[in-house]
């Protein structure tokens, strides 16, 4: 009788879990952009029609994602990619993030939270007095995308599985 091999097993698991994350990244920032489209057609309504669907169309649309995870998101999209705020701000826009709902200057915004993502993710540098961010990218190995509550050893872990590096014990 054979003995099952949990690691390949786990490592078979590990490396579909990395291609759904990744396939969820994508999905999000389509939702996203199909999200602000259907909010631009809102607006392109008469105002007794757009007063009429709105309510019901934004229930079923929900909110968005966030400005901290839609950053995330974006750097780690163009992981190695040296970027300023402006230029992650033009991303943003790009893949149909809202600033509608932002009071203040939104560039002051996403400053902030460049400024506090984790030094663990995100690396920064100054060049003539302007600040650049990139996500980190794992040596050599398959970048996994982010995700909330994750030790860096799972990820470095993934990381191996998604391209079958992991050592047979």
Not at 36 to 65: C, D, K, T, W, Y
Not at 70 to 80: E, K, P, V
Not at 89 to 107: H, Q, V
Not at 120 to 128: F, I, L, P
């Amino acid at each position: 009788m054979d003995t099952p091999n949990y690691r390949e097993q786990i490592n078979q698991h590990l490396a579909r879990f990395v291609q759904l994350v990744a396939q969820r990244g994508d999905i999000d920032a389509e939702i996203v952009k199909t999200r602000h489209l259907i909010r631009a057609f809102i607006n392109m309504l008469p105002g007794n029609e757009r007063n009429e669907v709105s309510p019901a169309i934004e229930v079923l649309i929900g909110q968005q994602v966030g400005l901290t995870d839609a950053i995330r998101n974006t750097l780690q999209q163009f992981a190695g990619t040296w970027m300023s705020a402006v230029e992650v701000k033009k991303r943003l826009i790009g893949f149909g993030f809202d600033f509608d709902a932002y009071t203040s200057n939104p560039l002051a915004s996403i400053h902030t939270v460049l400024k506090r993502l984790p030094t663990e993710q995100v690396e920064k540098k100054t060049v003539g007095g302007s600040s650049y961010y990139r996500w980190k990218e794992t040596k050599g190995l398959l970048n996994i995308p982010f995700v909330p509550g994750m030790s860096p050893n799972l990820r470095a872990l993934m990381t191996m599985a998604a391209k079958g590096k992991t050592e047979k014990r």
